[in-house]
DNA sequence: CTGAAAGCGCTTACAG
DNA sequence: CTGAAAGCGCTTACAG
């Protein structure tokens, strides 16, 4: 046996069976007006031979690859993998291929990861950026490739692309609501990095939740967290230190850090709802399951997916030779999700 | 502008400067003989028209993609994406691209997954199997094809390639073996699916650590999980309503099992670990934070992951021409991290 | 150091 | 319904 033994190619084929590269071609992608019983014929000697397509070939030829390239932070977050799921269910049906890759964070990564998408020739690529960085000409040349760009969560406003988003000031006005509901007063805004807009927004949101329930704003009471884990301890630690410290702390980055307020009250000895209220972000798997369970906005994030894959696809199809790449957005609501650690008898 | 503007190649930068393609290659690739000044002139010429590289036709030509395919069950387990990571770290500083699928458990998916990575034309292709399915012809396809196959964890015995595992067994046992130490005496064990070897491991450290303590083993307290956590409940319930329920329960399949268990044993107002010890699998991020905390099993995923790309590397580096497809296992030892939930007072 | 030419494995107008 | 030929965008022996 050959240690350099060649791939099957479809000249392979077409010379065992006295035909061309041609109809097998044709045979093979069951189109066209091919004789049926050639096609059989083709069919079965591919499988005897164990022929398998090159992609790379094909995809070259046609000009594009049946593939969709996706970006962002972190796979094993738990919004995000909902969302690549809900991509996923769509795009087999179409026998689309999925190339996953994870910026973690880093702006330096994001733009490799997306250079290496457009070389790879994708027809597609979905990113939600990373919390780093202010320069955005590599989503601008995913457009100059001509590659659909879509942007999800975490968008760039000026970049112009299909936009699938949460409508966060919403959803984070209606926490606050909630907190306030409760009969939490002196409520404390545990922010993401302000230069991504969705976490702006849901500032924003908790902005307009004080203010339309007269509660004064105190800057004290207002911290931007970045994304690094490691960091949320000395945040949390500056809030409990305050002269006055809050009742209430909405852990608008994520329920990470909800988790690690839950923690640093638990060493407190600070009762959760009674003495503190919690409220999380992304209902990640295990805000369930902590004690107490904690409330947190879920974000649809697999409904988010197919609604990605949806639009790109509906795009395809409707697409009219008029348009360049197209620019649209689409908002879907989050939810909030009531739990023990924001529920107290008033 | 147009609208079906077509992507800048190489001819078009050879024309732009009255060379021809085959120098504007060699300039851009940065090998061979090439004028230093040449050089430069292409490259500052293809930053201009904004070139980028069209890696089908590259890799055609050159028959390989330099990508590795990775297919894991879910990409949103701590143990895979931690693997995931480490892979990414190592293949990150050779410039190797990296294709993640998921077969969400799913054997037909799983198979779907190979021969997509096939087609691709994937130099590697990294797999933890599914739970389902017995057929593995598309792992020996993967060979066939002259692609390095590389197992873990989830490895198939029969089917001969690189392979980085862990050593379950022993991990196991240990596990039991704390739990004896502790005083628990009627520890049930929640196994994984019985057709996988890790799951077998697991159990079979089990049974080693209770006769080598000579406890008696009752068949009652061992039940097979499959991988679906919606069933977890109803066998976590059968095992309360034994007449002689268990005093510890080792959850071996992964952690979110374990938190079923105590989630029922807070139902049951069980106290943990006076009146139940529990001990997941897999050191998922939760297993820190639930109270009380959760002792479980480390896999150095990261790790693992690392070792799986250095072995990859290696043995291209050190391929000689005789060895067809490397075969070689590479065992790591996963550690016991105790926490609270099996901490008592013996 | 640079060029002309072949070829990687496909697909697809163009003929017949 | 099938074939001959060109071409997708590269790389790389072979010359010079």
């Known amino acids: ?27 093979l992608n069951n189109n066209s007006r091919i004789n049926e019983d050639t096609r059989k014929l083709v069919i079965a000697k591919a499988r005897e ?27 094993n977050q738990n919004f995000f993998s909902n969302v690549i799921a809900g991509i996923e ?30 070389n790879q020739h994708v027809d597609c690529i979905v990113i939600s950026v990373s919390a780093e960085g202010d320069d955005y000409t590599h989503l601008q040349n995913v457009i100059d490739h001509q590659i659909q760009l879509i942007q999800f969560d975490r968008v760039v406003e000026k970049i112009e ?67 690094n884990n490691e960091h949320d301890a000395e945040l949390i630690r500056r809030l409990f230190a305050l002269p006055n410290p809050p009742d209430a702390i909405f852990a608008s980055r994520d329920d990470f850090l909800a ?49 990605i894959a949806q639009t790109y696809f509906d795009e395809l199809d409707g697409k009219d030779e008029e348009t360049a790449v197209a620019t649209k957005t689409i908002s879907i609501k989050p939810k909030l999700i009531v739990r023990s650690s924001t529920q107290r008898g008033k």
């Open 161 to 227: 692309s299909l936009k699938v988003t949460n409508n966060n000031e919403e959803a984070s006005r209606e926490a606050v609501e909630h907190l306030i509901a409760s009969g939490y007063r002196r409520i404390a805004l545990l922010a993401g990095p302000q230069n991504l807009d969705i976490f702006r927004d849901r500032k924003a949101g908790y902005l307009k939740a004080l203010r339309a329930n007269k509660i004064t704003i105190a800057d004290e009471l207002i911290l931007d967290a970045d994304t």
């Open 1 to 27: 046996m050959d240690l350099k033994k060649k791939r099957v190619t479809i000249y392979d084929i077409a010379r065992a069976l006295n035909l061309t590269a041609s109809t097998v071609s044709r045979s």
């Open 89 to 118: 269910s769509i795009t087999n049906e179409k026998n689309y291929n999925l190339i996953i890759c994870q910026s973690n964070e880093s702006h330096e990564k994001e733009i490799k990861c997306v250079n290496t998408l457009i």
């Open 259 to 307: 988790l690690g307020v839950l923690e640093a009250a638990n060493d407190l000895n600070l009762k959760v709802p009674e003495q503190l209220g919690i409220c999380g972000y992304s209902n990640e798997r295990f805000t369930r399951i902590t004690s107490p369970s904690i409330t947190t906005i879920d974000q649809f994030g697999v409904d988010m997916g197919k609604t």
């Open 49 to 75: 031979m164990n022929y398998r397509a090159n992609s790379l070939a094909s995809n070259l030829r046609k000009g594009k690859s049946q593939t969709i390239g996706i970006v962002v932070p972190r796979i």
